[in-house]
């Protein structure tokens, strides 16, 4: 290959590289790079104008490099410039883009920063999209639970060790669900707010001997603040990427829970639910069956992210300072968040659509479960409440004589502390939401 076609950007000797050794050591950059790269762009285009305000480059030599940065992102956005096996990472497939392009000018494009501050740089603006999803989707499904709640407040059995134990409601489920996404609205809020430190122009962990205006590209790329000491900007490598997934993994944890109820309840033995038919796929041998595939894949989901947490936990056994094995952390970082805000774009409309099964949710209301509502009727009446239990257990019987229907309705409608099927309080977890969604300290200035 001529120099043009394999660039060596950071090669000091002439000495050959072993090519299976420098496979080993590139690994998945270029194949990950890609998805970082419109975030590296836009970080080096916010360092190219802080070099000029420091007279590093002069005015017309920052306006070529803009051009050519934003020249550089469509065409790799038209898909005319791409990243291959030319190029070491995206970083050097950035520079060797200016370089042929502005010559010594493009070559410039490199002070005062190393790759280490690019790629932490790139994940944390990478990161703080991938959160500002995150936390998008857990407002719509809050959303959509509570109308569910509002809209019905079916009677069904409430379990406990899966076994049917009290009269609940579908409003009561809704709810619940509805206010853990209101805790991962909190939770998203808070890795965002940690995440959202500026890393660029901490170079490779121990500053630069230029007096780079970080305040100007922290407000230029979006961020809050900046992420100060440059030795603790190499060393937070790994650990904020572990708060972003501790994060998704909470509510893909929730997600797990509501798929394994959808898995009980649209079966034959539950039938409480039905699922939009698209949510569900036919059998290769029988002719009857339609299988629930897709709730059974996103209760598996959360076990790619925990694999994720694994995997980078297993790498921040590490002294101070930038070590190459950090290097390992992207493509679990990536892997995770691909496949976790993949699953999670598909719940609204999931959740939107399944249809409660009124009548069969209501006959597997037993009577014995109205006994802890007798139990409590004889407390009102100033019975002390070990001894309503046992008169009342000793008289199970009678509660099969009730009208289970008009039973079971009466059951919700006493069942009035906060929260519960009779008072679920839609109006305070809805004013949540509200704070949460409007006073979040999630922002849309990441556009640079």
Request: glycine fraction near 6%; include cysteine.
């Amino acid at each position: 290959m001529t120099d043009k076609e394999q660039p060596a950007l950071w090669k000091k000797h002439s000495s050959q590289i072993d090519p299976a050794i420098m496979a080993f050591m590139i690994g998945e950059d270029i194949r990950l790079d890609a998805e970082l790269l419109p975030y590296d762009i836009q970080a080096s285009r916010a360092h190219v104008q802080a070099l000029q305000r420091i007279d590093i480059l002069d005015e017309s030599e920052c306006s070529a490099l803009c051009a050519a940065l934003d020249e550089c992102l469509e065409q790799f956005r038209a898909g005319s410039f791409s990243l291959d096996g030319r190029f070491e990472d995206g970083h050097s497939a950035i520079e060797f883009f200016l370089t042929e392009k502005l010559g010594d000018t493009g070559k410039k494009v490199h002070t005062g920063r190393s790759r280490n501050d690019q790629v932490l740089v790139a994940t944390r603006l990478w990161l703080k999209d991938q959160l500002q999803h995150l936390h998008s989707l857990c407002a719509a499904m809050a959303g959509i639970l509570l109308e569910r709640a509002e809209q019905d407040n079916l009677p069904m059995p409430g379990y406990t060790h899966l076994q049917r134990a009290v009269v609940s409601s579908s409003g009561h489920w809704c709810a619940g669900f509805a206010e853990a996404m209101l805790d991962n609205l909190s939770l998203v809020a808070a890795a965002y707010d940690l995440i959202n430190s500026n890393p660029l122009g901490t170079a490779a962990g121990y500053g630069i001997n230029l007096p780079l205006d970080r305040e100007y590209t922290t407000s230029r790329l979006g961020f809050a603040r900046l992420q100060l000491n440059p030795m603790y900007a190499q060393n937070s490598r790994g650990k904020l990427e572990l708060h972003a997934l501790h994060c998704l993994h909470q509510v893909l944890l929730d997600i797990r829970r509501l798929a394994w109820d959808f898995s009980l309840f649209c079966s034959s033995e539950y039938n409480f639910i039905q699922l939009p038919e698209r949510y569900t796929t036919g059998s290769s041998i029988m002719p009857n069956k339609r299988n629930p595939d897709f709730i059974e894949l996103l209760r598996g989901t959360p076990a790619v992210c925990q694999g994720a947490i694994t995997e980078i936990n297993g790498l921040l056994a590490l002294p101070s300072g930038y070590q190459r094995d950090l290097q390992l952390s992207k493509a679990p970082l990536l892997r995770a968040f691909r496949h976790g805000l993949a699953a999670l774009r598909l719940l609204p409309d999931l959740l939107r659509g399944f249809v409660w099964q009124a009548p069969a949710m209501l006959a597997a209301i037993e009577p014995s479960m109205l006994a802890t509502d007798r139990a409590i009727e004889l407390v009102n009446q100033g019975v002390p409440f070990r001894q309503a239990y046992q008169q009342v257990a000793e008289q199970l019987q009678r509660l099969s004589e009730q009208d289970i229907e008009q039973a079971a309705i009466h059951s919700i409608a006493e069942r009035v502390s906060p929260g519960a099927s009779g008072h679920l309080r839609l109006d305070l977890l809805h004013a949540r939401l509200g704070q949460l969604t409007e006073t979040a300290s999630l922002d849309e200035s990441n556009s640079g």
